[in-house]
């Protein structure tokens, strides 16, 4: 009879540690998705042009090719601009609103995503295809 009270014990401790660890794994998704809001609209009140945000942002990782992300600090020239928009570079479902910000940034300064990603993975630095926006960009504005 003692060990079914106990049991009943460790079971109802069990799901009082569960119903804990799910609030608190809510509680930093929580504070994790405020952060990201709060760098977000800190940046956009910036508005760094794309040639700014790959030439500046870009200093943060080692340029890779082919991906968005290698996991371990490298990003490509589209995946230095969604970790502008707040990517932390590993989650997948914060990665699809990253890329949805970063592509509307691109259509609104008129660069094509597909260019990018050919001068990133045809060898062009970050620093090379910051340039080559200024010096498009400026003439298309002329």
Known sequence: MA???LLKQESSVSEVLSSHKKQLTQNIEQHTDERHM???NQQSNQQLSISQIIRTCGKQFR???KQYTD???????MG???SYYGWDGKCITNAERRLYAALV???QAGISKELLIELNDSGAT???IADFLDRNLQLNIK
């Open 126 to 128: 970050f620093d090379e």
């Open 71 to 77: 996991g371990a600090g490298g990003r490509c020239v």
């Open 63 to 65: 340029q890779i090719r």
């Open 80 to 82: 230095v601009i969604m």
């Open 105 to 107: 940034a691109l259509r």
């Open 3 to 5: 060990q079914q009270q």
């Open 38 to 40: 709060n760098t977000l």
